[in-house]
């Protein structure tokens, strides 16, 4: 498999030059994937420079790049500090994300990331979690099912969900996708089927990868990891995640407002580069999954 199969990267130009690449800084790429983006990071760097790439996902180690300025760390980018680190680096010119879920795990039916196919309920982007889907919705009690799908799914109905599927498995556990599509099958009418499919699966994602709680936990970490005038070039999938990335920016926090000094004045630890940057026409036609991106680019100062 061509690592373009495996994940054809999104706004890979922008994303790259919001960087600002220097050709002996340190970068890092928290979402290998493919190594798209790596490469081209790679491209612009000289002889000196370095690229340290994380991916928690055994399937995307398969792509490591043979080039000695590349370095792949297998843990997910939840750890930034710890194993920049552990590699002797405590701060870079730049970090790179692409967040979501990589065009191989959706394309992978096993995975059980995509709605196209039957498959048990998995969803880890990681085979070491602990938790799969087949937990979340076979163990997870009615409130905390409805807090996912209310949190997660933005599901107006998250209630009605969660107690259809709690009374479902009173007869018998769900173990595939097609079973828990049977299970809430009048709740998918075929007009808004695929919409409502899809955010109840994406609750059930963020759910099992804490994608939620790994993206606060990198944020904080970028404030001590970039370099004074290092850049963050980030691209979100859905709103969950652009708002957090968003208010990180601006405020430097993900609620209320950062407090004043003496002038009235913010202090805030970083400042956004540019505008909100979303795909062109032409690329959401040949690479449909970039429909939905927002790339946001921030300088810590």
Avoid: C
Wanted: aromatic share 8%.
């Amino acid at each position: 498999m061509s690592n373009l199969e495996y994940h054809n990267p999104v706004l890979l130009k922008e994303t790259v030059d919001g960087l600002n690449i220097k050709p002996n800084g340190v970068y890092v790429d928290v979402t290998f994937g493919g190594g798209g983006h790596s490469k081209e990071i790679l491209s612009r760097l000289g002889a000196e420079g370095k690229l340290f790439a994380f991916d928690q996902d055994e399937d995307a180690w398969n792509n490591e790049l043979r080039d000695d300025r590349f370095t792949l760390i297998p843990e997910n980018f939840r750890y930034i500090k710890r194993f920049l680190r552990f590699h002797g680096i405590k701060q870079v010119d730049g970090i790179l994300g692409d967040f979501g879920v990589s065009s191989h795990q959706f394309d992978v039916p096993q995975r059980g990331f995509s709605t196209r196919f039957d498959a048990d309920l998995d969803m880890r982007m990681s085979k070491k979690n602990d938790i799969d889907a087949y937990t979340v919705v076979n163990q997870y009690d009615e409130a905390n099912l409805k807090r996912v799908f209310l949190e997660y799914g933005e599901l107006k109905n998250a209630a009605a969900l969660a107690r259809t599927i709690v009374e479902a498995r009173t007869t018998k556990n769900i173990k595939t996708s097609e079973e828990l599509k049977l299970v809430l099958q009048r709740f998918l009418p075929e007009k808004v089927k695929n919409k409502v499919l899809a955010q109840i699966y994406q609750a059930i994602r963020i759910e099992v990868n804490q994608e939620i709680e790994v993206l606060k936990e990198f944020l904080v970490q970028t404030l001590e990891v970039l370099k004074p005038q290092g850049r963050l070039s980030l691209i979100s999938y859905h709103s969950l995640e652009d708002r957090l990335v968003k208010r990180f920016i601006k405020n430097g926090m993900f609620e209320g407002e950062p407090e004043r000094d003496v002038f009235g004045n913010f202090t805030v630890p970083m400042k956004p580069i540019g505008k909100l940057i979303v795909p062109t026409d032409a690329e959401i036609a040949i690479n449909n999954r970039a429909r939905s991106a927002k790339l946001r680019i921030a300088e810590k100062l």
